[in-house]
């Protein structure tokens, strides 16, 4: 038997957190961290935000869960909420991003059967992440993650990120496409950014061909990249857009939002979660909205996010270990110019804590309330660890 009766899921690092109060953390030693990716971008308003832990400690005592087989009116102002920030027209509640793409994939399934083609198939990218479960680690674009899990579900073909002539091949190639799957900006897979002239071509094809345009904006919603979702800061519109992460502050929540026709595909029986969209979550989820739009807090992850990032590329103008710095809003990248494996531990021996994807880049996805003096902090922080690390030759030269 395993030391701790965990499956072992996670290579976890020895340390343990009791408790967390904005961009703070304290471990069981009473030590305290500068957590600089909000437990990976699900804690935009910080950890433990009074109006969240309020809302939660209030619906708590009054009622957890109620079946969906009755009315939730909790569940219907969130949706209303939803729809009003993301200009969508009906939410599904599920509990994490991986079911909230499940439902976006299904969602699509039945379009396409519904236009009348067999095998509806949809169009991902290459480096995506979409989620764990069998559909979505299918979808998802990396092969560490597909590894051992095969056979896949069928259903998908691949296209290069950022490569609008790949689109146009597969439009004319391939007539089982009902869908296209995306993230405007890939938080797994390095952080890389959509172009905004890419994402508007997608949706001309996309109207062009009657396919759905479906956005992933688990880890970019909620704010992060400072609009309540990227694409309203890209000029599109999708036709469906998931989300999760920084949705309940940390209260597992998720949803699919649709508008148009492709909010009318679902029906009685045709999806459904136990948990989905329970009072309990959808309190959380009120009050995280709430405070985004009564504090502006978009706005503020946008400048916070631009102090940041110049912050940045002052403090590394010309170090050859850089090969980039770039993101929207809250959601900055830092590429290192090698895989930078000992980096996480020791920012940890000088309380910051640190995330690294893709192999070698940081990702910096702090609260949106984060303020200047801790963004500063932040800066300083960060960049006196990497030239520390740099310095001590862990680096290879340009
Ligand atoms: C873009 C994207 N989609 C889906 C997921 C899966 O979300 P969850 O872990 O809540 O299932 C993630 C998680 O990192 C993500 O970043």
């Known amino acids: 038997m395993a030391e701790q009766p965990l499956m072992n899921t996670y290579g976890r690092l020895p340390i343990a957190f009791e408790r967390g109060e904005g961009c703070w953390l304290f471990d069981t030693d ?34 957890m869960h109620c079946s969906n087989l009755y009315q939730i009116p909790l569940q219907q102002s969130l949706a209303n909420e939803l729809c009003t920030v993301s200009g969508m027209d009906a939410v599904f509640f599920s509990n ?7 439902a976006a994939i299904k ?26 479960t069998l559909a979505t680690l299918s979808a998802t674009g990396n092969r560490k993650v597909q590894a051992g899990f095969e056979p896949l579900v069928s259903g998908f073909v691949r296209a290069p990120f950022n490569d609008i002539d790949a689109i146009r091949h597969i439009a004319k190639s391939n007539t089982n496409v009902v869908a296209v799957l995306l993230e405007p900006i ?19 094809i996309c109207d062009h ?13 909620n704010g992060r990249t400072g609009h309540y979702f990227a694409y309203q800061g890209l000029g599109i519109v999708p036709d469906v857009v998931t989300t999760a992460k920084g949705l309940g502050n940390g209260f597992p929540i998720g949803a699919c939002l649709a508008r148009g026709n492709a909010a009318e595909i679902f029906t009685p029986g045709s999806h459904g979660s136990t948990y989905g969209g329970n009072p309990l979550a959808c309190a959380a989820a009120l009050a995280v909205i709430k405070t985004i739009t009564e504090q502006n807090l978009c706005d503020n992850a946008r400048i916070m ?5 110049d912050g940045l590329k002052s403090a590394f103008d010309g170090a050859q270990y850089i090969a980039d710095i770039r993101g929207q809003g809250l959601m900055i990248g830092i590429e290192m110019l090698d895989t ?34 801790e963004a500063d902090f932040l800066v300083s922080s960060v960049v006196q660890i990497i030239k520390l690390y740099a310095a001590d030759d862990r680096i290879s030269p340009r």
């Open 30 to 63: 009473g030590n305290k961290y500068f957590d600089t990716f909000s437990g990976i971008a699900v804690c935009g308003l910080g950890h433990c935000h009074p109006s969240v832990v309020d809302a939660i400690k209030d619906q708590a005592g009054r009622l």
């Open 96 to 102: 994490s991003g991986a079911e909230a793409n499940e």
């Open 107 to 132: 969602l699509a399934r039945l379009y396409g059967h519904k236009l009348g083609k067999e095998s509806p198939c949809i169009i991902v990218m290459e480096r995506s992440f979409h989620g764990r």
């Open 186 to 204: 890939q938080g797994e897979g390095g952080l890389s950014v959509a172009d905004a002239d890419y994402l508007k071509e997608i949706r001309a």
């Open 209 to 221: 061909n009657q396919w759905l345009l479906m956005l992933d904006e688990v880890q970019t919603g």
């Open 305 to 309: 996010g631009q102090r940041i990032i």
């Open 340 to 373: 930078c494996p000992e980096l996480v531990a020791l920012a940890r021996t000088k309380g910051i804590l640190l995330n690294v994807t893709s192999d070698k880049v940081i990702r910096l996805v702090p609260p949106l309330n984060i303020t200047e003096a």
